[in-house]
């Protein structure tokens, strides 16, 4: 079972991704799990990775390919997988499509959908205690006494990329990706949707209907 997971940033994609693999018996993987894992390891791809990063520029498609490539390839996860913020781009989604051919393909493409209203709401709320860095959401889970840290007093203030009209275009940027991947996925027939404000539990569900289907 071959599952592509996605959805913005707030959209919760990353804890069903685990939930789900867990569910289908297959192991989950994102693309930052990925560069982490070879950065520790210290790999040529990692080593590669890293020469970008520190430039302050996007990691290129076949440095990202190559290491979900080995990811895959690996006997561990032969019985399939969920992939959550993997493929970014249209080349990424061929390449991928092309290394699965002689393994059935990609079985399931699900997005998990949340109006950009409520992802400023659940990401432009975002506060941090400026002692200990406990985050806390306006919106969704603010402290008891305003402005302050419940677990140390200490005072809570918002960094520049919580700010919602940064949140904002974050999310535009996102959209604009992401759309093209979509439409390829749509016209293959494989994408689903899935309801993204329901609660956690129940978009779970939803998403493990739309596998079985
Ligand atoms: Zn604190």
Redesign the pocket.
């Known amino acids: 079972m071959n599952v592509i997971l996605m959805g913005p940033p707030g959209s919760g994609k990353g804890t069903q991704a685990a939930n789900l693999a867990e569910k289908l018996g297959v192991s989950a993987v994102s693309s930052g799990d990925l560069f982490r894992d070879h950065q520790r390891r210290n790999t040529e791809l990692g080593q590669l990775a890293r020469s970008y990063m520190e430039k302050g520029v996007y990691v290129p498609d076949d440095v990202t390919i190559g290491m979900i490539m080995e990811w895959i390839n690996d006997p561990d996860h032969s019985a399939g997988f969920v992939l959550d913020g993997f493929p970014r781009t249209q080349a990424q989604a061929q390449a991928l499509d092309d290394a699965l051919t002689e393994r059935g393909g990609i079985d399931h493409v699900v997005l998990i959908n949340v109006s950009d209203d409520e992802l400023v709401r659940r990401l432009g709320g975002r506060i941090i205690?400026?002692?200990?860095?406990?985050p806390y959401n306006l919106n969704t889970s603010p402290p008891a006494v305003d402005g302050r840290?419940?677990?140390?007093?200490?005072s809570?203030y918002q960094r520049d990329d919580d700010k919602a009209e940064v949140v904002a275009r974050r999310i535009e940027v996102y959209n604009e990706e992401t759309q093209p991947i979509l439409d390829y996925y749509r016209r293959a027939g494989i994408l689903s949707d899935v309801d993204g404000e329901q609660p956690v539990e129940s978009v779970g569900d939803a998403l493990r209907v739309a596998v079985s289907a």
């Open positions: 205690c400026s002692e200990c860095q406990i840290c419940e677990e140390c007093g200490g809570l």
